[in-house]
């Protein structure tokens, strides 16, 4: 019935729009009624099958561009969003950790809900400049974790990553987390066995992203699984193929999606309930 509401509204701010001689505004709301329109049809009559599935793809295409315009629309808020952020209850620190060419604002969506759960504090990080090596974030998230644990008087952090967020967050518990302390990686559409999508990417960590790199090999070969919570979209036009975002064997630790696009991940109240079932698992 929601959707249904939201499709109309859409449907009307469109019209009014047009009248007024808004064009782009016009444009905008009838694009995103369109893919509220796919989202309705499959959610509620067409399921499964090869037309549905089709209309999931229609749904992504129209959807994915309006969240990427929401990750970068919203960047300059960054130096504003590095937190902490408090709930009423001090638990386990929650790091995230944005992902390749983003920022500390693409966490805005989960961050405000998982604080409303009651997790906290959480804290954002800007990696700065796009196109260094994985390592060289991996060490800045070592220095951040650092302040992270004085503040707190707490030495143990959970890492949520999107992209290649999750893998920054792999290489610093490879190679500079103390033992014991990181209680969960929580990767959202983070190619942890490479993707395809790397060859057109720039940068030494574009490269490190690639199926066969060196580094995605060391990751393969020293990565546990059982500290892993993954979150995956088959329609991910940038981790191909999607399978390279599950690790972990355990079906409860995976979460795997066929509606949505890359950026939308960060946009979505499915994986935002997701991440609250798993943390309260495992936050104390």
């Not at 290649?164 to 983070?190: P, W």
């Not at 509606?259 to 309930?273: E, N, Q």
Request: charged fraction near 20%; charge should be positive.
């Amino acid at each position: 019935m929601l959707i249904i509401l939201v499709f109309f509204c859409l449907f009307i701010l469109a019209i009014l729009s047009f009248i007024n001689g808004l064009t782009t505004l016009a444009i905008i709301f009838s694009w995103t009624a369109l893919g509220v329109f796919f989202k309705g049809i499959t959610n509620f009559f067409l399921t499964k099958g090869p037309i549905a599935n089709v209309l999931k793809t229609l749904q992504v295409v129209l959807l994915e561009p309006l969240a990427l315009i929401g990750v970068y629309s919203l960047s300059f808020l960054s130096f504003f969003s590095k937190g902490p952020f408090w709930s009423k209850k001090k638990r386990t620190p929650i790091l995230m950790v944005h992902g390749y060419i983003n920022f500390a604002s693409v966490w805005l969506f989960h961050k405000r809900r998982l604080l409303k759960m009651g997790y906290g504090p959480i804290y954002t990080i800007n990696l700065g400049y796009p196109f260094h090596g994985i390592d060289t974030y991996a060490r800045k998230l070592h220095k951040k974790i650092k302040k992270i644990a004085r503040q707190t008087k707490r030495s143990d952090i959970i890492l949520i990553g999107h992209s290649m967020g999750g893998l920054v967050s792999s290489q610093y518990f490879l190679k500079y987390a103390e033992k014991g302390t990181v209680k969960a990686i929580i990767t959202l559409g983070t190619p942890l066995k490479g993707t395809k999508v790397a060859k057109l990417g720039v940068g030494k960590c574009a490269r490190q992203m690639r199926e066969n790199s060196s580094f995605i090999k060391n990751l393969k070969d020293n990565l546990p699984e059982k500290i892993f919570y993954n979150v995956v979209t088959k329609k991910d036009q940038l981790v191909i193929p999607y399978r390279s975002g599950l690790i972990t064997g355990d079906r409860g630790k995976r979460y795997v999606l066929d509606d949505i696009g890359h950026a939308s991940l960060l946009y979505s109240t499915r994986v935002s309930k997701k991440l609250g079932r798993w943390l309260r698992d495992i936050v104390t």
